[in-house]
């Protein structure tokens, strides 16, 4: 059976963008287009609306994309249950991280697994952290390495892989603006110090959280998606950031920033692998879930 047509419309109907898209799936963009017209007329439907610069999913498209997600998920179940009998089981895995995260676990994660596995691929996608929820949810990773997040969704499973806490950075030369006794923090010493923090994630939930409590909005030059960006700003001398201490022990820029004793302390960064849990029911999934070992 030949899935791909499903998977190039998923490619597309995620990236609605034909050149990205028919990268991805490595194939031509007129292949693609083709594809997707010939999909569109099997079904009497269209499955997108298109000119010369926009790509939109129909309502129609909509409903295909649950069913095509659906058909992929079950095929490869049938697919590695048919090969677990054969006690082989080959396909691909795709794991979304941070470049912190591929620094930090994926070695230890998976030497072992590829030389059990040597028949699965794996496929890495690194970005921001706060679009690894999203991204396992939506259906377009098989997994992720992403903080806990605070009320975490029914559907998701979780296995903890370290604890890291979240830590102030300011640069090491003096600038007015940093808090002299961060010990020991007041409205009026924190109303007008740059900070440079995430656009969304755990981490800005956290700092929003602390500046309330004392009783101030945080002066805000700039936000910025991925942690390890807010290391090279803050080493620049542009504000002071808020970090996971994990990104600074693999950071080239450690050593150009400082971390300010901050009081009261911000919560820990719980870091883990995730996956949905019907997900699970893949051999192939459940293989790697089954390697990691909770701490």
């Not at 997108?48 to 079950?74: C, I, K």
């Not at 999203?134 to 605070?150: K, Q």
Request: charged share 25%; glycine share 6%; with cysteine.
């Amino acid at each position: 059976m030949d899935m791909r047509p499903l998977k190039h419309f998923l490619a597309l109907a995620e990236t609605l963008h034909f050149g990205r898209a028919s990268e991805a799936c490595h194939v031509s963009p007129s292949t693609l287009s083709r594809t997707i017209r010939q999909l569109e007329e099997s079904l009497g439907v269209r499955l997108f609306e298109r000119d010369n610069r926009h790509v939109v999913l129909t309502r129609q498209g909509r409903s295909f994309q649950t069913y095509a997600r659906d058909a992929l998920e079950e095929w490869e179940r049938l697919r590695q249950s048919l090969m677990r009998e054969a006690r082989t089981l080959t396909g691909e895995i795709s794991i979304y991280c941070s470049v912190t995260a591929s620094y930090s676990f994926l070695y230890e994660l998976l030497s072992e697994f590829r030389t059990r596995h040597p028949g699965i691929e794996l496929k890495l996608h690194t970005g921001d952290p706060a679009q690894s929820l999203p991204r396992v949810l939506a259906g377009n990773e098989d997994m992720a390495i992403t903080p806990r997040p605070r009320q975490a969704p029914d559907a998701l499973a979780f296995k903890s892989l370290t604890r890291s806490p979240l830590v102030f950075i300011a640069p090491h030369k003096a600038h007015e603006w940093i808090p002299t006794t961060p010990e020991s923090p007041s409205a009026e010493q924190w109303r007008d110090v740059p900070m440079i923090l995430s656009e969304a994630g755990l981490s800005r939930q956290y700092s929003d959280t602390w500046f309330r409590a004392l009783g101030v909005a945080p002066r805000i030059y700039a936000q910025v998606a991925g942690h390890e960006a807010i290391v090279s700003m803050v080493g620049l001398g542009f504000g002071v950031g808020v970090v996971p201490h994990i990104v600074l022990d693999t950071s080239p820029l450690a050593e150009r920033v400082r971390i300010l004793p901050v009081k009261p302390e911000l919560p820990h960064y719980d870091v883990g692998l995730c996956v949905l849990e019907r997900r699970l029911k893949s051999p192939l999934i459940r293989a790697l879930w089954e390697e990691v070992v909770e701490r």
